[in-house]
């Protein structure tokens, strides 16, 4: 059985960079046709879709995050990194990590399936 567990600071200065790490039992980040998430929720709000690694490697990004994000991977950790540059208190947000696994000809077409269960992040002087 998959899990995945988000680990970050929980509070962190404006301007500052956030690193956030996902570290994955289970199942391995380099599985054929996997994809390893990040999502967050603001307080009040929706879910968004902040960006994505493949299992070869390949990094998708929300255009929302302007070049501001950052995702990499230690794969004898079973581990993949988003850092966030430039935060400001409306980086302040439950994030989580999430799979993917892609049974389809596009990957986004498909369900997360396995979550972690989210760590809140707080961006404040």
């Known amino acids: 059985q998959v899990q995945l567990q988000e680990t970050a600071p929980g509070l962190v200065k404006p301007s500052q960079t956030l690193s956030l790490t996902c570290s994955v039992s289970?199942?391995?980040?380099?599985?054929?046709?996997?994809?390893w998430n990040w999502l967050r929720q603001p307080p009040g709000k929706g879910l968004e879709w902040m960006g994505a690694?493949?299992?070869?490697?390949?990094?998708y990004y929300s255009p929302s995050l302007k070049s501001r994000g950052s995702i990499s991977r230690d794969t004898s950790k079973n581990q993949f990194t988003l850092q966030l540059s430039s935060v400001t208190p409306e980086d302040t947000a439950v994030y989580f990590c999430?799979?993917?696994?892609?049974?389809?000809?596009?990957?986004?077409?498909?369900?997360?399936?396995?979550w972690g269960q989210g760590t809140l992040v707080t961006v404040s002087s």
């Open positions: 690694l493949s299992y070869s490697g390949s990094t």
């Open positions: 999430a799979r993917i696994i892609n049974e389809g000809s596009s990957w986004m077409d498909n369900p997360l399936d396995a």
């Open positions: 289970g199942d391995s980040i380099t599985t054929s046709h996997s994809y």
